[in-house]
């Protein structure tokens, strides 16, 4: 079974940026795309982007397009997400999952088992 674990979460000013990293134990998840997903207070969690297993394919959400870019490091069993010009609706817990390619936008009934996540919080 894998173990996710995220980080690198924190309280920064609109128009700042974060790296959010999110590390797999356990098991490797190199086989698998790996997504990132966030859920707001009283929101469902929604998806926000994924990378393929070779890292050669990315997909993005619209509300993050041209501001975030997901990356992956296998040899490190990591994912990456660099989030830049944040805006206060960025503010969520984020999470990340693998799945497979035709499901990584799916924000639900994931193989791995969510982790705590890591909270955003975006100040206007």
């Known amino acids: 079974q894998v173990q996710l674990v995220e980080s690198g979460g924190g309280l920064v000013q609109a128009g700042g940026s974060l790296r959010l990293s999110c590390a797999a134990s356990?098991?490797?998840?190199?086989?698998?795309?790996v997504g990132w997903f966030r859920q707001a207070p009283g929101k469902e969690r929604e998806f926000v982007a994924g990378v393929s297993w070779g890292g050669g394919r990315s997909v993005y959400a619209d509300s993050v397009k041209g501001r975030f870019t997901i990356s992956r490091d296998n040899a490190k069993n990591t994912v990456y997400l660099q989030m830049n010009s944040l805006k206060p609706e960025d503010t969520a817990v984020y999470y990340c999952?693998?799945?497979?390619?035709?499901?990584?936008?799916?924000?639900?009934?994931?193989?791995?088992?969510w982790g705590q996540g890591t909270q955003v919080t975006v100040s206007s």
């Open positions: 356990g098991r490797t998840f190199s086989s698998y795309a």
């Open positions: 999952n693998a799945d497979s390619w035709g499901r990584i936008t799916i924000a639900t009934m994931k193989p791995f088992s």
